[in-house]
């Protein structure tokens, strides 16, 4: 153990973040501490952990947990919690029809849960009004995949990420958000592998690629259609696959020359150079191993299935498709987004990959002996918030998902769960959203909750608990059941969760004469085979073998078993910008932090590489609006306004924007970019376009500012109008604030902020400069320090910062009011290995003393050793040092 202690037990469980779903060893010890590695024998990862998951073991305390149910905010017990939602869900139902209530669930869960909420709404409620998280990150994926194979099929396998010769990154920043996938594919780059990414921004993804195509926002399917007519051209499409697989080429090529496909109309309307486009397409050409990987900046746009069918088109076209290394490759955000596209999570699919024909209605409805299971899709999640905002919606359970953050047009979406008349919320800790609960009910969390999800590549993991359950906390699935059994529903029953899986997988072995998606060989494990299950790919025959690859025959789920190449937009997208809103506004991940902070937001080491809310501008357009690196910056859209610290960098396209999607009001009320992002969606898969909101900029110009360190968390926001930044550090709170107010501004807030503080007093103040430096000591123990000015210089917060983890002494004491350390600044820099916790000071130290290469940063400081995600960062900052002069140059 890391204390020293001795491990009692390691459990194999699955990590709790991305669709890559790496094998974790948890070593546990006493009381809830655990030692994370990696499952050397879990196919995903071999081993591997990223940053996330290797701080697993830093999320699982308990503090902010729900621990018991509440109704209006007063403790309850299972019994009223429980009663309480079945009645106002019973007489919801009965007053006003099924379709008055709504789930609201997520990639979060385990399939397990999945399949109880989708059975209690789609065949006892009788509403296909169930949607999830996974709306906004994989619909339009779905929605291609089924209309280009017959179902939600996902071809290939990690395997051909390292088979493949080339591997297309379309709107996949893999080096943040699938960092284990991307070393796989980097050892493989080694071996020869090409790599092209096709992104607005030049991201860490980007940056050590062959090629980087930088599009024009939006221009992808004009991208990927011009690869097509290109390969025509060519001559480098496969004539016997299509003839023998493939429907529609003829109706695809004979739209695509309604427009000009010449390589200088495709590279202007891309914003591209035409030389890059012409290596694009050379390379695809050329390699026949090809995998297009396919993410959010595909998926999230209100051309998000067209992004996907293109791309779909250019692998059928090829016959790339069902080979080793050759695939397009839609990959999964959470660790069971597939669980719930499987289980029928989606307002618009049923279950077990069956839709609403009457024949699949009718068989699920006999499945589960429920003649009420509905007929008709149900509403998608903007939709659905929508229908709760006007009414229509009366009642809406929302599960381990953070949508007052996570959706767009967020302000709306509060105002629809302010007005609601009933708000349940299942959640494992106080979110942003359970702040509109009528009904919080405590759920199991990573560590603690047992059950199946499934990766990227179509493989079933388990999830172990590794815990016992905290409090009262409960099992989703079993939460759920009860609530369905209490309003005298049959079949909710089950007495474990290896009962719930049974049934999931005998539903999709049951009458099935030609779904690929079935777990045959599941359908009749035992609680222990259950508890004892190994990493298994599906299709799952009646022999228990999984399947790596799909459609290595050739046949596709669709009546003539052949796949369908679908014509899409022939032309450019509709310009959105506008004066007023000159600028486009991209948002999505950062590398160390998941979604709305609420477990990697309690590890301080996540929270160094990107401390703060920020928003990225290309230096032209930072020079043009007198915004500064480092300033704040107001972005504004027509829905709302955000302020975050200006990042100026080339790294983005001049006329775009980038805001990081993580912060929340328990983390930066102001920052909040969904705030921002209006809601307009595919209108196929309904998923809403979040990397592409018209908006301006401009200096926030503050009159003040000022910082914050306590050894205990504030409890409470404090107050929307003024900017302010929480910073979780190892043995402080760090809060950034600044404002446009006056002296009684600053006033108010340090009141707030300093009422409840213990200790003795010492201040001191500058009246010309407005600085006033205070400290709180008690003992020899700094209790909190609050710094304000008006001039814009405050000290370096990380000698403030480490104060707190040591006994203050007397030189220390003093130098609190001189507001400088005693040896000179000491500034770790951004956290740029947070693995190995290497800060940039000493990546550049090592960098400077000859370290020219990312292997031989790694050998100085450690940095980009674990899970290598810091590596193109280190060698970004080697080439800046390597091409900045060391001696001025000199004009004579
Ligand atoms: N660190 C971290 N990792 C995560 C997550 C996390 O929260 N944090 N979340 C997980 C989840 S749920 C998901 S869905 C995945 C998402 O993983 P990614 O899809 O890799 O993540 P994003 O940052 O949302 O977006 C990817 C890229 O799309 C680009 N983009 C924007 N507009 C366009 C466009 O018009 N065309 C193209 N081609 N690209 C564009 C953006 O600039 C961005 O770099 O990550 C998973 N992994
Ligand atoms: N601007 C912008 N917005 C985006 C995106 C973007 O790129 N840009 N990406 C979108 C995408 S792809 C996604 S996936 C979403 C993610 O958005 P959310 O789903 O809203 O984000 P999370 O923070 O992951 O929220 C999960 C919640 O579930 C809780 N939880 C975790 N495990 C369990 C469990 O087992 N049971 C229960 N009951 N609760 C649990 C956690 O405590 C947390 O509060 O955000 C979307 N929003
Ligand atoms: S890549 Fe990182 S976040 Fe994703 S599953 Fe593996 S360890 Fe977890
Ligand atoms: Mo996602």
């Given at each position: 153990m890391a204390d020293g202690s001795a491990a009692l037990r390691t459990v194999k469980t699955t990590c709790a973040?991305?669709?890559?779903g790496c094998g974790v060893a948890g070593a546990v010890g006493e009381g809830r501490s655990v030692l994370i590695t990696g499952d050397?024998?879990?196919?995903?990862?071999?081993g591997r952990l990223c940053s996330k998951g290797s701080a697993l073991g830093a999320t699982v305390g308990l503090e902010g947990r729900l621990l018991e149910p509440t109704i209006n905010g007063k403790s309850a017990n299972w019994h009223e919690a429980t009663a309480l939602v079945a009645r106002r869900f019973k007489e919801t139902i009965a007053r006003?029809?099924?379709?008055?209530v709504a789930f609201y669930v997520s990639g979060q869960l385990l399939t397990e849960d999945y399949y109880v909420a989708n059975k209690l709404m789609k065949?006892?409620?009788?509403?296909?009004n169930i949607d999830t998280n996974s709306r906004l990150c994989m619909a339009s994926a779905v929605a291609a995949h089924k209309q280009a194979f017959g179902a939600d099929l996902v071809p290939g396998c990690y395997e051909d990420l390292e088979l493949a010769d080339l591997v297309v990154f379309s709107g996949h920043n893999a080096a943040w958000t699938h960092p284990v996938l991307f070393r796989r594919m980097e050892q493989a780059r080694a071996r020869g592998q090409k790599h092209v990414v096709i992104d607005p921004r030049r991201t860490d993804t980007a940056e050590g690629a062959d090629l980087h195509l930088a599009i024009a926002p939006q221009s992808d399917v004009r991208l990927w259609n011009g690869l097509l007519a290109d390969l025509v051209r060519r001559g480098a499409i496969d004539r016997d696959y299509i003839a023998s697989h493939v429907n529609g080429f003829e109706q695809v090529t004979a739209a695509l020359v309604?427009?000009?496909?010449s390589l200088s109309a495709v590279a202007a309307d891309c914003g591209v150079a035409i030389e890059d486009l012409r290596t694009f397409y050379d390379l695809f050409a050329a390699n026949a191993r090809t995998v297009s990987l396919f993410s959010m900046g595909a998926n999230q746009s209100a051309q998000g299935v067209a992004k996907g069918l293109a791309i779909i088109n250019a692998h059928l076209a090829t016959g790339r498709i069902g080979k080793p290394g050759a695939c397009p490759f839609s990959i999964t955000g959470q660790p069971n987004a597939m669980g719930g596209r499987e289980t029928g999570g989606m307002a618009n699919t049923l279950a077990g990959h069956m839709d609403f024909s009457p024949e699949d209605r009718d068989r699920v409805a006999r499945f589960w002996g429920a003649p009420d299971t509905t007929r008709a899709p149900g509403l998608k999640a903007v939709e659905m918030f929508e229908a709760v905002r006007d009414g229509r919606i009366k009642a809406i359970w929302v599960m381990a998902t953070n949508p007052a953050v996570s959706l767009p047009a967020s302000g709306a979406v509060r105002d629809a769960l302010a007005a609601c008349p009933f708000v349940v919320v299942s959640d494992c800790v106080e979110t942003d959203t359970t702040a509109f609960a009528h009904v919080k009910l405590p759920a199991l969390a990573w560590g603690e909750k047992d059950g199946t999800v499934t990766n990227s590549e179509r493989r079933i993991s388990r999830q172990r608990a590794l815990f016992p359950p905290p409090g009262q906390a409960r099992a989703d699935w079993k939460i759920m059941a009860d609530v369905a059994t209490a309003m005298g529903f049959d079949g909710f029953g089950w007495a474990s969760n290896a009962a719930v899986f049974r049934e999931w997988a005998r539903l999709t072995a049951y009458?099935?004469?030609?779904?690929?998606?079935?777990?045959a060989g599941l359908s009749a494990l035992t609680p222990s085979a259950y508890g004892e299950l190994l990493p298994v790919q599906w299709p799952i025959g009646v022999d228990g073998e999984g399947t790596p690859r799909l459609f290595v025959d050739g046949r596709f789920q669709t009546p003539d078993r052949r796949a369908r190449m679908v014509p899409v937009l022939p032309k450019g997208p509709a310009e959105l910008t506008s004066a007023a809103f000159p600028m486009s506004l991209n948002t999505g991940r950062i590398r160390d932090q998941w979604h709305t902070m609420t477990r990697t937001g309690l590890a301080p080491d996540l929270c160094r590489h990107a401390p703060e809310p920020y928003v990225e501008i290309h230096p032209e357009d930072a020079e043009a609006l007198g915004l500064k690196d480092g300033a704040l910056a107001r972005v504004s859209t027509a829905r709302a306004e955000a302020v975050a610290v200006a990042k100026v960098s080339d790294r983005q396209r001049r006329g775009s924007l980038f805001m990081p999607m993580h912060w929340t009001d328990a983390f930066a009320p102001s920052g909040r970019a969904n705030a921002l992002v209006e809601p307009r969606v595919d209108p196929t898969s309904g998923q809403p376009e979040f990397k592409h909101t018209p908006a301006r900029v401009r200096p926030y110009r503050e009159t003040w500012k000022g910082f914050f360190l306590s050894r205990s968390a504030l409890m409470s926001p404090l107050g929307a109008d003024l900017v302010w930044r929480r910073i979780p550090q190892d043995a402080c709170q760090q809060y950034e604030f600044a404002g446009r107010g006056d002296v009684a501004e600053r006033d108010v807030l340090r009141k707030a902020l300093t009422k409840r503080l213990a200790g003795e007093l010492v201040t001191y103040e500058d009246a010309a400069t407005g600085a006033r430096r205070e400290a709180w000591v008690e003992g020899d123990q700094l209790v909190a320090v609050l710094y304000m000015t008006t001039t814009g210089r405050l000290p370096s917060r990380d000698w403030l910062v480490d104060l707190f983890q040591a006994d203050l002494t007397a030189e220390a004491r003093s130098a609190l009011l001189f507001g400088r350390p005693p040896g000179g600044p000491v500034d770790k820099g951004p956290m740029v290995c947070a693995c190995l916790k290497v800060g940039a000071k000493a990546v550049t130290a090592a960098i400077a003393a000859g370290a020219d290469t990312a292997d031989a940063v790694g050998a100085a400081t450690g940095a980009g050793s674990n899970c290598g995600s810091c590596r193109p960062e280190i060698a970004r900052m080697i080439n800046a040092f390597l091409v900045t002069p060391k001696e001025p140059v000199r004009a004579d």
């Open positions: 973040y991305c669709g890559v050397a024998a879990h196919p995903a990862n071999l006003h029809g099924p379709d008055s065949g006892f409620i009788g509403s296909g309604e427009s000009d496909q009458e099935n004469r030609d779904r690929f998606l079935s777990l």
